[in-house]
Protein backbone atom coordinates (compact mmCIF):
# COMPACT_ATOMS: atom_id res chain seq x y z
CA UNK A 1 0.00 0.00 0.00
CA UNK A 2 2.99 2.33 0.97
CA UNK A 3 4.18 1.99 -2.42
CA UNK A 4 1.09 2.90 -4.40
CA UNK A 5 0.89 5.80 -2.35
CA UNK A 6 4.10 6.94 -3.30
CA UNK A 7 3.57 6.46 -6.79
CA UNK A 8 0.76 9.30 -6.80
CA UNK A 9 2.17 12.99 -6.47
CA UNK A 10 0.30 16.36 -6.70
CA UNK A 11 2.68 17.35 -9.43
CA UNK A 12 4.21 15.91 -12.40
CA UNK A 13 5.68 17.86 -15.52
CA UNK A 14 2.23 17.25 -17.58
CA UNK A 15 0.45 19.55 -14.83
CA UNK A 16 2.78 22.48 -16.60
CA UNK A 17 1.21 21.80 -19.85
CA UNK A 18 -2.68 22.00 -18.44
CA UNK A 19 -1.66 25.17 -15.48
CA UNK A 20 -1.47 26.96 -19.05
CA UNK A 21 -4.52 25.62 -20.67
CA UNK A 22 -6.76 26.12 -17.73
CA UNK A 23 -5.00 29.22 -16.77
CA UNK A 24 -5.24 30.82 -20.09
CA UNK A 25 -9.16 30.15 -20.03
CA UNK A 26 -10.07 31.69 -16.47
CA UNK A 27 -7.84 34.66 -17.06
CA UNK A 28 -9.40 35.45 -20.65
CA UNK A 29 -12.93 35.69 -18.94
CA UNK A 30 -11.42 38.17 -16.30
CA UNK A 31 -10.37 40.32 -19.01
CA UNK A 32 -13.38 39.78 -21.51
CA UNK A 33 -15.32 40.85 -18.16
CA UNK A 34 -13.15 43.92 -17.38
CA UNK A 35 -13.42 45.10 -21.30
CA UNK A 36 -17.18 44.81 -21.23
CA UNK A 37 -17.50 46.67 -17.64
CA UNK A 38 -14.84 49.44 -18.10
CA UNK A 39 -16.42 49.67 -21.64
CA UNK A 40 -19.45 50.53 -20.41
CA UNK A 41 -18.37 53.18 -17.97
CA UNK A 42 -17.73 51.24 -14.54
CA UNK A 43 -14.72 52.95 -12.96
CA UNK A 44 -11.70 50.67 -12.25
CA UNK A 45 -11.84 50.48 -8.48
CA UNK A 46 -14.99 48.78 -8.41
CA UNK A 47 -14.32 46.22 -10.99
CA UNK A 48 -10.98 45.16 -10.12
CA UNK A 49 -11.47 46.69 -6.42
CA UNK A 50 -14.32 44.79 -5.69
CA UNK A 51 -15.87 42.49 -8.47
CA UNK A 52 -12.53 40.34 -8.90
CA UNK A 53 -11.40 39.58 -5.92
CA UNK A 54 -14.90 37.74 -5.11
CA UNK A 55 -15.10 35.95 -8.68
CA UNK A 56 -11.26 34.89 -8.50
CA UNK A 57 -12.02 33.35 -4.46
CA UNK A 58 -14.46 31.39 -5.85
CA UNK A 59 -12.29 29.71 -8.60
CA UNK A 60 -9.66 29.26 -5.83
CA UNK A 61 -12.06 27.29 -3.91
CA UNK A 62 -13.73 25.19 -6.57
CA UNK A 63 -10.01 24.19 -7.99
CA UNK A 64 -8.58 23.26 -4.54
CA UNK A 65 -11.36 21.07 -3.25
CA UNK A 66 -11.05 19.37 -6.86
CA UNK A 67 -7.75 18.81 -6.67
CA UNK A 68 -8.23 17.06 -3.09
CA UNK A 69 -11.02 15.07 -4.93
CA UNK A 70 -8.92 13.72 -7.52
CA UNK A 71 -6.14 12.79 -4.46
CA UNK A 72 -8.60 11.14 -3.01
CA UNK A 73 -9.85 9.06 -5.87
CA UNK A 74 -6.30 8.15 -6.87
CA UNK A 75 -5.57 6.91 -3.39
CA UNK A 76 -8.81 5.14 -3.10
CA UNK A 77 -8.14 3.18 -6.61
CA UNK A 78 -4.41 3.17 -6.38
CA UNK A 79 -4.47 4.98 -9.74
CA UNK A 80 -1.42 7.88 -9.76
CA UNK A 81 -3.18 8.68 -13.76
CA UNK A 82 -6.25 10.08 -12.06
CA UNK A 83 -6.83 13.99 -13.14
CA UNK A 84 -8.47 16.48 -11.60
CA UNK A 85 -11.62 17.74 -13.09
CA UNK A 86 -11.05 21.45 -14.28
CA UNK A 87 -13.27 24.31 -12.85
CA UNK A 88 -13.35 28.08 -13.92
CA UNK A 89 -15.39 30.96 -14.84
CA UNK A 90 -17.99 30.17 -17.28
CA UNK A 91 -17.89 31.93 -20.78
CA UNK A 92 -21.18 32.26 -21.41
CA UNK A 93 -22.66 33.48 -18.41
CA UNK A 94 -19.28 35.93 -17.78
CA UNK A 95 -20.48 37.53 -20.75
CA UNK A 96 -24.03 37.07 -20.85
CA UNK A 97 -24.69 38.21 -16.96
CA UNK A 98 -22.31 41.22 -17.27
CA UNK A 99 -24.52 42.62 -20.26
CA UNK A 100 -27.95 41.42 -19.31
CA UNK A 101 -27.79 42.17 -15.85
CA UNK A 102 -25.13 44.42 -14.70
CA UNK A 103 -24.75 47.17 -17.40
CA UNK A 104 -28.36 47.32 -17.47
CA UNK A 105 -28.32 47.59 -13.53
CA UNK A 106 -25.91 50.43 -14.24
CA UNK A 107 -27.26 52.26 -16.73
CA UNK A 108 -30.56 52.23 -15.02
CA UNK A 109 -28.82 53.63 -11.46
CA UNK A 110 -27.23 56.26 -13.99
CA UNK A 111 -30.11 57.48 -15.75
CA UNK A 112 -32.17 57.41 -11.98
CA UNK A 113 -29.54 59.33 -10.22
CA UNK A 114 -29.47 62.11 -13.04
CA UNK A 115 -33.36 62.31 -13.62
CA UNK A 116 -33.38 63.45 -9.69
CA UNK A 117 -30.64 65.62 -9.92
CA UNK A 118 -31.95 67.26 -12.79
CA UNK A 119 -35.86 67.59 -10.72
CA UNK A 120 -33.78 69.16 -7.46
CA UNK A 121 -31.95 71.47 -10.05
CA UNK A 122 -28.42 70.11 -8.86
CA UNK A 123 -26.00 69.88 -11.87
CA UNK A 124 -24.79 65.97 -12.43
CA UNK A 125 -22.36 64.39 -15.00
CA UNK A 126 -21.98 60.72 -15.75
CA UNK A 127 -19.18 60.90 -14.20
CA UNK A 128 -20.32 62.20 -10.64
CA UNK A 129 -23.02 58.93 -10.82
CA UNK A 130 -20.72 56.04 -12.16
CA UNK A 131 -19.16 54.75 -8.98
CA UNK A 132 -22.34 54.74 -7.03
CA UNK A 133 -24.10 52.92 -10.11
CA UNK A 134 -21.10 50.39 -10.27
CA UNK A 135 -21.72 49.74 -7.12
CA UNK A 136 -25.52 49.31 -7.27
CA UNK A 137 -24.58 47.00 -9.94
CA UNK A 138 -22.23 45.19 -7.90
CA UNK A 139 -24.68 44.59 -5.47
CA UNK A 140 -27.02 43.14 -8.03
CA UNK A 141 -24.57 40.50 -9.48
CA UNK A 142 -23.57 39.09 -5.96
CA UNK A 143 -26.92 38.70 -5.15
CA UNK A 144 -27.57 36.77 -8.41
CA UNK A 145 -24.38 34.73 -7.19
CA UNK A 146 -25.92 33.54 -3.89
CA UNK A 147 -29.41 32.75 -6.56
CA UNK A 148 -27.64 30.71 -8.56
CA UNK A 149 -25.83 28.75 -5.89
CA UNK A 150 -28.64 27.82 -3.68
CA UNK A 151 -30.15 26.87 -7.41
CA UNK A 152 -27.02 24.65 -7.65
CA UNK A 153 -27.49 23.00 -4.47
CA UNK A 154 -31.15 21.94 -5.13
CA UNK A 155 -30.24 20.68 -8.80
CA UNK A 156 -27.29 18.77 -7.14
CA UNK A 157 -29.73 16.09 -6.32
CA UNK A 158 -31.86 16.24 -9.13
CA UNK A 159 -27.98 15.80 -11.46
CA UNK A 160 -27.76 11.71 -10.89
CA UNK A 161 -31.32 11.12 -12.17
CA UNK A 162 -31.33 12.87 -14.89
CA UNK A 163 -27.64 11.29 -15.32
CA UNK A 164 -29.25 7.97 -15.78
CA UNK A 165 -32.32 9.64 -17.93
CA UNK A 166 -29.68 10.95 -20.61
CA UNK A 167 -27.94 8.45 -22.96
CA UNK A 168 -24.00 9.30 -22.21
CA UNK A 169 -23.36 9.72 -26.14
CA UNK A 170 -26.11 12.09 -26.52
CA UNK A 171 -24.00 13.80 -23.18
CA UNK A 172 -20.94 13.44 -24.69
CA UNK A 173 -22.43 14.65 -28.34
CA UNK A 174 -23.84 17.76 -26.69
CA UNK A 175 -20.17 18.22 -25.79
CA UNK A 176 -18.87 17.10 -29.16
CA UNK A 177 -21.00 20.57 -30.75
CA UNK A 178 -19.25 22.93 -28.41
CA UNK A 179 -16.06 21.77 -29.31
CA UNK A 180 -16.65 21.83 -33.06
CA UNK A 181 -18.54 25.62 -33.03
CA UNK A 182 -16.95 27.59 -29.91
CA UNK A 183 -13.98 25.89 -28.45
CA UNK A 184 -12.77 25.24 -32.17
CA UNK A 185 -14.29 27.29 -34.61
CA UNK A 186 -14.00 31.00 -32.89
CA UNK A 187 -10.68 30.62 -31.81
CA UNK A 188 -9.71 29.97 -35.67
CA UNK A 189 -11.31 33.12 -35.96
CA UNK A 190 -8.50 34.51 -33.31
CA UNK A 191 -5.38 32.33 -34.69
CA UNK A 192 -6.34 33.65 -38.14
CA UNK A 193 -6.79 37.42 -36.89
CA UNK A 194 -3.03 37.52 -36.41
CA UNK A 195 -2.16 34.71 -39.09
CA UNK A 196 1.62 34.40 -39.02
CA UNK A 197 1.62 34.32 -35.39
CA UNK A 198 -1.22 32.10 -34.54
CA UNK A 199 -0.24 29.60 -37.44
CA UNK A 200 2.59 29.08 -35.59
CA UNK A 201 1.35 28.56 -31.79
CA UNK A 202 -1.27 26.21 -33.95
CA UNK A 203 1.15 24.57 -35.58
CA UNK A 204 3.30 23.80 -32.28
CA UNK A 205 0.03 22.56 -30.35
CA UNK A 206 -0.54 20.20 -33.44
CA UNK A 207 2.94 18.76 -33.60
CA UNK A 208 3.92 18.59 -29.63
CA UNK A 209 0.63 18.11 -28.15
CA UNK A 210 -2.17 16.52 -31.21
CA UNK A 211 0.69 14.53 -32.94
CA UNK A 212 2.59 14.25 -29.41
CA UNK A 213 6.28 14.62 -31.07
CA UNK A 214 9.01 15.59 -28.31
CA UNK A 215 10.06 19.15 -28.92
CA UNK A 216 14.05 18.75 -28.15
CA UNK A 217 14.72 19.05 -24.35
CA UNK A 218 11.48 18.07 -24.09
CA UNK A 219 10.03 21.59 -23.83
CA UNK A 220 6.08 21.40 -22.88
CA UNK A 221 4.09 22.04 -26.26
CA UNK A 222 1.70 23.97 -24.82
CA UNK A 223 4.58 26.33 -23.02
CA UNK A 224 6.48 26.39 -26.06
CA UNK A 225 3.39 27.90 -28.30
CA UNK A 226 2.61 30.30 -26.04
CA UNK A 227 6.36 31.45 -25.85
CA UNK A 228 7.03 31.22 -29.35
CA UNK A 229 3.77 33.23 -30.31
CA UNK A 230 4.69 35.87 -28.08
CA UNK A 231 8.50 36.19 -29.14
CA UNK A 232 7.63 36.55 -32.73
CA UNK A 233 4.19 38.76 -31.86
CA UNK A 234 6.47 41.36 -29.87
CA UNK A 235 9.01 40.98 -32.77
CA UNK A 236 7.00 41.93 -35.88
CA UNK A 237 4.06 43.86 -34.68
CA UNK A 238 6.06 46.97 -33.47
CA UNK A 239 7.55 47.32 -37.22
CA UNK A 240 4.04 47.04 -38.94
CA UNK A 241 4.78 43.76 -40.50
CA UNK A 242 1.61 42.24 -39.16
CA UNK A 243 -0.23 44.44 -41.17
CA UNK A 244 -2.12 45.54 -37.56
CA UNK A 245 -1.72 48.40 -35.05
CA UNK A 246 0.55 47.51 -32.15
CA UNK A 247 0.03 48.94 -28.76
CA UNK A 248 2.52 47.85 -25.74
CA UNK A 249 0.28 46.43 -22.61
CA UNK A 250 -0.06 48.84 -19.72
CA UNK A 251 1.40 47.38 -16.29
CA UNK A 252 -1.18 48.42 -14.44
CA UNK A 253 -2.01 46.32 -10.35
CA UNK A 254 -5.57 46.44 -8.50
CA UNK A 255 -5.53 45.33 -5.47
CA UNK A 256 -8.30 43.97 -3.44
CA UNK A 257 -9.12 41.52 -0.96
CA UNK A 258 -12.53 38.98 -0.99
CA UNK A 259 -14.19 40.07 1.98
CA UNK A 260 -17.08 38.56 3.30
CA UNK A 261 -20.24 40.85 3.77
CA UNK A 262 -24.30 41.02 3.37
CA UNK A 263 -23.91 43.58 1.06
CA UNK A 264 -25.70 41.50 -1.07
CA UNK A 265 -28.85 41.63 0.47
CA UNK A 266 -28.88 45.79 -0.83
CA UNK A 267 -29.72 43.92 -4.34
CA UNK A 268 -31.55 41.42 -3.80
CA UNK A 269 -34.62 43.00 -4.50
CA UNK A 270 -33.81 44.24 -8.22
CA UNK A 271 -31.88 41.15 -8.62
CA UNK A 272 -35.64 39.01 -8.59
CA UNK A 273 -35.97 40.64 -11.37
CA UNK A 274 -33.09 39.48 -13.44
CA UNK A 275 -33.26 35.69 -12.58
CA UNK A 276 -35.64 34.46 -15.29
CA UNK A 277 -31.78 35.78 -17.19
CA UNK A 278 -29.81 34.52 -14.43
CA UNK A 279 -31.27 30.64 -13.31
CA UNK A 280 -30.70 29.82 -17.51
CA UNK A 281 -27.24 30.27 -17.12
CA UNK A 282 -27.19 28.34 -13.69
CA UNK A 283 -29.19 25.69 -15.54
CA UNK A 284 -26.69 25.37 -18.35
CA UNK A 285 -23.51 24.49 -16.07
CA UNK A 286 -25.32 22.19 -14.00
CA UNK A 287 -25.98 20.31 -17.14
CA UNK A 288 -22.56 21.04 -18.20
CA UNK A 289 -21.33 19.36 -14.61
CA UNK A 290 -23.45 16.28 -15.75
CA UNK A 291 -21.61 16.13 -19.07
CA UNK A 292 -18.33 16.92 -17.79
CA UNK A 293 -18.59 14.23 -15.26
CA UNK A 294 -19.91 11.62 -18.03
CA UNK A 295 -16.94 13.09 -19.79
CA UNK A 296 -14.39 12.22 -16.98
CA UNK A 297 -15.59 8.92 -16.06
CA UNK A 298 -15.93 7.78 -20.06
CA UNK A 299 -11.81 8.68 -20.33
CA UNK A 300 -11.29 6.62 -16.36
CA UNK A 301 -11.60 8.70 -13.78
CA UNK A 302 -15.35 8.38 -11.87
CA UNK A 303 -16.10 11.35 -10.05
CA UNK A 304 -19.30 11.47 -8.19
CA UNK A 305 -21.70 13.97 -10.00
CA UNK A 306 -23.20 15.36 -6.97
CA UNK A 307 -20.03 16.04 -5.07
CA UNK A 308 -18.88 17.86 -8.46
CA UNK A 309 -22.19 19.66 -8.81
CA UNK A 310 -21.94 20.59 -4.90
CA UNK A 311 -18.82 21.81 -5.05
CA UNK A 312 -19.69 24.38 -8.15
CA UNK A 313 -22.63 25.64 -5.82
CA UNK A 314 -20.11 26.35 -3.11
CA UNK A 315 -17.74 27.90 -5.27
CA UNK A 316 -20.86 30.38 -6.54
CA UNK A 317 -21.95 30.64 -3.14
CA UNK A 318 -18.47 31.92 -1.69
CA UNK A 319 -18.17 33.90 -4.46
CA UNK A 320 -21.52 35.55 -4.25
CA UNK A 321 -20.78 36.48 -0.39
CA UNK A 322 -17.37 37.51 -1.16
CA UNK A 323 -17.56 40.36 -3.44
CA UNK A 324 -18.05 38.19 -7.23
CA UNK A 325 -20.13 38.44 -9.63
CA UNK A 326 -19.62 35.13 -12.45
CA UNK A 327 -20.29 32.36 -11.75
CA UNK A 328 -17.94 29.42 -11.48
CA UNK A 329 -18.55 25.92 -13.52
CA UNK A 330 -16.49 22.45 -13.87
CA UNK A 331 -15.17 22.60 -17.74
CA UNK A 332 -15.50 20.49 -20.18
CA UNK A 333 -12.39 18.80 -22.02
CA UNK A 334 -10.72 16.76 -18.78
CA UNK A 335 -9.59 13.98 -21.02
CA UNK A 336 -7.85 16.77 -23.07
CA UNK A 337 -5.71 17.71 -19.65
CA UNK A 338 -5.20 13.93 -19.04
CA UNK A 339 -4.20 13.87 -22.58
CA UNK A 340 -1.41 16.72 -21.98
CA UNK A 341 -0.28 14.45 -19.12
CA UNK A 342 -1.97 16.65 -16.45
CA UNK A 343 -2.95 14.70 -13.12
CA UNK A 344 -3.83 16.59 -9.82
CA UNK A 345 -1.24 19.67 -10.03
CA UNK A 346 -2.80 21.72 -12.49
CA UNK A 347 -6.28 22.69 -11.02
CA UNK A 348 -4.06 23.80 -7.42
CA UNK A 349 -1.77 25.83 -9.16
CA UNK A 350 -4.60 27.73 -11.62
CA UNK A 351 -6.89 27.91 -8.24
CA UNK A 352 -4.20 29.52 -6.57
CA UNK A 353 -2.81 31.92 -9.60
CA UNK A 354 -5.81 33.30 -10.49
CA UNK A 355 -7.16 33.57 -7.01
CA UNK A 356 -4.17 35.96 -5.89
CA UNK A 357 -4.48 37.63 -9.47
CA UNK A 358 -8.06 38.75 -8.50
CA UNK A 359 -6.44 40.48 -5.43
CA UNK A 360 -3.08 41.39 -6.84
CA UNK A 361 -4.61 42.33 -10.28
CA UNK A 362 -1.95 40.76 -12.72
CA UNK A 363 -4.35 38.77 -14.64
CA UNK A 364 -5.64 41.36 -17.15
CA UNK A 365 -2.44 42.31 -17.48
CA UNK A 366 -1.13 39.23 -18.67
CA UNK A 367 -4.06 38.58 -20.90
CA UNK A 368 -2.54 42.06 -22.84
CA UNK A 369 0.45 40.48 -22.54
CA UNK A 370 0.12 37.28 -24.66
CA UNK A 371 -2.11 37.85 -27.99
CA UNK A 372 -5.09 36.10 -28.14
CA UNK A 373 -3.82 34.40 -31.31
CA UNK A 374 -1.74 32.81 -29.30
CA UNK A 375 -3.69 31.48 -26.58
CA UNK A 376 -6.25 30.05 -28.70
CA UNK A 377 -4.66 27.31 -30.17
CA UNK A 378 -5.08 25.77 -26.59
CA UNK A 379 -8.73 26.12 -27.40
CA UNK A 380 -8.59 24.04 -30.22
CA UNK A 381 -6.84 21.00 -28.77
CA UNK A 382 -8.94 20.76 -25.70
CA UNK A 383 -11.88 21.21 -28.92
CA UNK A 384 -10.07 18.40 -30.92
CA UNK A 385 -9.95 16.00 -27.64
CA UNK A 386 -13.38 16.42 -26.86
CA UNK A 387 -14.79 15.91 -30.34
CA UNK A 388 -12.54 12.58 -30.88
CA UNK A 389 -13.56 11.01 -27.57
CA UNK A 390 -17.61 11.86 -28.40
CA UNK A 391 -17.10 9.70 -31.42
CA UNK A 392 -14.81 7.14 -29.77
CA UNK A 393 -17.07 6.75 -26.72
CA UNK A 394 -20.21 6.56 -28.95
CA UNK A 395 -18.76 3.75 -31.60
CA UNK A 396 -19.71 3.86 -34.98
CA UNK A 397 -23.48 3.02 -34.02
CA UNK A 398 -24.03 5.60 -32.18
CA UNK A 399 -21.94 8.07 -34.40
CA UNK A 400 -25.06 9.87 -36.01
CA UNK A 401 -26.31 10.75 -33.08
CA UNK A 402 -23.25 12.30 -31.93
CA UNK A 403 -22.96 14.35 -34.88
CA UNK A 404 -26.84 14.96 -34.96
CA UNK A 405 -26.23 16.49 -31.62
CA UNK A 406 -23.99 19.04 -32.94
CA UNK A 407 -26.07 21.04 -35.40
CA UNK A 408 -27.50 23.23 -32.66
CA UNK A 409 -24.03 24.44 -31.26
CA UNK A 410 -22.99 24.90 -34.70
CA UNK A 411 -26.54 27.74 -35.42
CA UNK A 412 -25.79 28.68 -31.77
CA UNK A 413 -22.42 30.15 -33.49
CA UNK A 414 -23.03 31.69 -36.35
CA UNK A 415 -26.08 33.35 -34.38
CA UNK A 416 -23.11 35.06 -32.04
CA UNK A 417 -20.19 35.77 -34.94
CA UNK A 418 -23.00 36.15 -37.78
CA UNK A 419 -25.66 38.34 -36.30
CA UNK A 420 -25.75 40.86 -39.38
CA UNK A 421 -28.62 41.16 -42.07
CA UNK A 422 -25.71 41.09 -44.72
CA UNK A 423 -22.62 39.25 -43.38
CA UNK A 424 -20.74 39.61 -46.44
CA UNK A 425 -21.47 43.67 -47.02
CA UNK A 426 -20.34 43.60 -43.03
CA UNK A 427 -17.21 41.96 -43.70
CA UNK A 428 -16.18 44.23 -46.42
CA UNK A 429 -17.24 46.82 -44.18
CA UNK A 430 -14.81 45.78 -41.45
CA UNK A 431 -12.00 47.11 -44.07
CA UNK A 432 -12.40 50.43 -42.75
CA UNK A 433 -11.38 50.11 -39.39
CA UNK A 434 -8.02 48.65 -40.37
CA UNK A 435 -5.54 48.64 -39.12
CA UNK A 436 -6.39 46.91 -35.54
CA UNK A 437 -5.22 45.09 -32.90
CA UNK A 438 -6.12 42.17 -35.27
CA UNK A 439 -7.71 41.45 -38.81
CA UNK A 440 -11.20 42.57 -38.62
CA UNK A 441 -13.45 39.21 -37.36
CA UNK A 442 -16.00 39.13 -39.60
CA UNK A 443 -13.31 39.63 -42.43
CA UNK A 444 -11.71 36.48 -40.80
CA UNK A 445 -14.31 34.76 -40.78
CA UNK A 446 -15.73 35.08 -44.24
CA UNK A 447 -11.49 34.63 -45.63
CA UNK A 448 -11.80 31.05 -43.40
CA UNK A 449 -14.86 29.72 -45.07
CA UNK A 450 -14.01 30.54 -48.98
CA UNK A 451 -12.77 27.68 -50.90
CA UNK A 452 -13.52 25.72 -47.21
CA UNK A 453 -13.66 22.51 -48.96
CA UNK A 454 -9.90 22.07 -50.29
CA UNK A 455 -8.86 23.83 -46.98
CA UNK A 456 -10.46 20.87 -44.86
CA UNK A 457 -8.75 18.35 -46.72
CA UNK A 458 -5.41 20.12 -46.84
CA UNK A 459 -5.69 20.64 -43.13
CA UNK A 460 -6.23 16.96 -42.43
CA UNK A 461 -3.97 15.70 -44.58
CA UNK A 462 -1.34 17.71 -42.85
CA UNK A 463 -2.18 16.24 -39.39
CA UNK A 464 -2.56 12.93 -40.62
CA UNK A 465 1.38 12.97 -42.30
CA UNK A 466 2.30 14.84 -38.87
CA UNK A 467 0.78 11.58 -36.46
CA UNK A 468 2.60 9.52 -39.26
CA UNK A 469 5.27 11.02 -38.89
CA UNK A 470 5.81 12.72 -42.41
CA UNK A 471 7.12 15.92 -41.69
CA UNK A 472 8.41 16.73 -44.91
CA UNK A 473 4.80 15.92 -46.47
CA UNK A 474 3.66 18.10 -44.18
CA UNK A 475 5.65 20.66 -44.77
CA UNK A 476 5.08 20.76 -48.33
CA UNK A 477 0.39 21.00 -47.63
CA UNK A 478 1.35 23.86 -45.79
CA UNK A 479 3.31 25.29 -48.53
CA UNK A 480 0.73 24.53 -51.28
CA UNK A 481 -1.99 25.90 -48.66
CA UNK A 482 0.31 29.26 -48.78
CA UNK A 483 0.34 29.11 -52.67
CA UNK A 484 -3.51 28.82 -52.64
CA UNK A 485 -3.67 31.16 -50.19
CA UNK A 486 -2.00 34.09 -52.11
CA UNK A 487 -4.27 33.62 -55.04
CA UNK A 488 -7.52 33.67 -53.23
CA UNK A 489 -8.25 29.53 -54.50
CA UNK A 490 -8.99 29.73 -50.66
CA UNK A 491 -9.01 32.30 -48.23
CA UNK A 492 -10.53 34.33 -50.89
CA UNK A 493 -10.90 38.44 -49.40
CA UNK A 494 -13.97 38.09 -52.15
CA UNK A 495 -17.80 38.39 -50.93
CA UNK A 496 -18.05 35.44 -54.09
CA UNK A 497 -14.70 33.56 -53.09
CA UNK A 498 -13.35 34.44 -56.31
CA UNK A 499 -9.68 33.89 -57.08
CA UNK A 500 -7.24 37.39 -57.83
CA UNK A 501 -3.43 39.03 -58.05
CA UNK A 502 -3.00 40.08 -54.55
CA UNK A 503 -1.01 42.98 -55.24
CA UNK A 504 -4.27 44.01 -57.61
CA UNK A 505 -6.51 44.72 -54.57
CA UNK A 506 -7.30 47.38 -52.84
CA UNK A 507 -5.73 48.72 -49.83
CA UNK A 508 -5.90 47.05 -47.08
CA UNK A 509 -7.84 44.57 -49.11
CA UNK A 510 -4.67 42.94 -49.74
CA UNK A 511 -3.26 42.16 -45.89
CA UNK A 512 -5.66 38.91 -46.11
CA UNK A 513 -3.61 36.78 -48.74
CA UNK A 514 -0.27 38.61 -47.85
CA UNK A 515 -0.72 37.43 -44.22
CA UNK A 516 -2.09 34.25 -44.86
CA UNK A 517 0.14 33.06 -47.14
CA UNK A 518 2.92 34.53 -44.71
CA UNK A 519 1.20 32.35 -41.75
CA UNK A 520 1.37 29.14 -43.81
CA UNK A 521 4.91 29.26 -45.06
CA UNK A 522 6.28 30.31 -41.61
CA UNK A 523 4.28 26.95 -40.22
CA UNK A 524 5.55 25.05 -43.11
CA UNK A 525 9.32 26.56 -42.47
CA UNK A 526 9.04 25.12 -38.44
CA UNK A 527 7.96 21.81 -39.22
CA UNK A 528 10.07 21.60 -42.19
CA UNK A 529 12.66 22.31 -39.16
CA UNK A 530 11.52 20.27 -36.63
CA UNK A 531 11.91 17.15 -38.82
CA UNK A 532 15.93 16.74 -38.39
CA UNK A 533 15.37 16.95 -34.57
CA UNK A 534 15.59 13.09 -33.45
CA UNK A 535 11.94 13.26 -31.41
CA UNK A 536 10.55 13.49 -34.87
CA UNK A 537 11.63 10.05 -35.63
CA UNK A 538 10.13 8.44 -32.74
CA UNK A 539 6.43 6.37 -33.29
CA UNK A 540 3.33 7.52 -32.37
CA UNK A 541 2.23 6.44 -28.72
CA UNK A 542 -1.04 4.16 -29.59
CA UNK A 543 -1.58 3.39 -26.42
CA UNK A 544 -1.24 5.67 -23.47
CA UNK A 545 -0.25 9.38 -23.09
Known amino acids: MEATQQRIRWFVPGDINGFFGLMVDNVAMLAFLAAILLGCGFPAEVVFGKMFPGTALGVLFGDLVYSWMAWRLAKRTGRANVTSMPLGLDTPSTIGLALAVLVPVFNLESSRMLSEAAVMGVPLSMADVAAPAAEMAWYVGMAIMVCIGLFKVLFAYLGPWLQKLIPGAALLGSLAGIGFALLGFLPLVDIFGLPIVGALSLGLILYAVIARIKLPFNIPGVLMAVIAGSALYYLLAPSGLLGVQYSAPLAELHLGLPVPTLDFARGMEMALNFLPVAIPFALLTSIGGINVTESARAAGDDFKTRTVLLVDAASALIAGVCGGVVQTTPYIGQPAYKAMGSRIGYT??????????GMLGYVSFIVELIPKAVLAPILVFVALEIISQAFRVGGSRYAPAVAFACFPTIS??????????????????????????????????????????????????????????????????????????FFGLIHSVNTNGSMYLPWTLSSPLYQIPYQFSAAYLVLAMVIFGLSYTKQSREAFPEHGH
Open 348 to 357: LLVGVFVGLG
Open 412 to 485: NMLTIKLNSPDFASSAQAALAHLPGKALPEMLVVLSLGNGFIITAMLWGAAVIKLIDRKLHQAAAYFVTLSVLS
